[in-house]
């Protein structure tokens, strides 16, 4: 996340949250502005999952609400490859 403007940016605290799924995705705030955002999909089902990581900020404008889609595709079945199985 970057300052465009004047004065200085501080991101006062960052939230993930999930329309469905589960809590698969997270959020959390690093040094110089950087936001860091994963997802663990260890149990969730395949397909579509939506979320959001909003930022808070001492920015102007309001929160900054960063929409995340998740595709999950089932696995399919082991390959054979050259010196082994690849699964």
């Known amino acids: 996340i970057s300052n465009g403007g004047l004065g200085d940016l ?3 605290g960052v939230t ?12 959390e705030t690093a040094p110089n502005g950087i936001v860091n955002v994963s997802a663990d999909v260890s149990g969730v089902a395949a397909g579509s ?3 959001t990581v909003t930022v808070n900020s ?3 404008n309001a929160a900054l ?3 995340v889609n998740l595709e999950v595709v089932a ?6 490859v ?3 199985i690849l699964n």
């Open 16 to 27: 993930a949250t999930t329309a469905s799924g589960g809590n698969w995705l997270t959020a």
């Open 58 to 60: 001492n920015a102007a």
């Open 10 to 12: 501080a991101i006062s």
């Open 49 to 51: 999952y939506r979320g």
């Open 65 to 67: 609400a960063i929409p």
């Open 75 to 80: 696995a399919g079945p082991p390959q054979g």
């Open 82 to 84: 050259f010196g082994g």
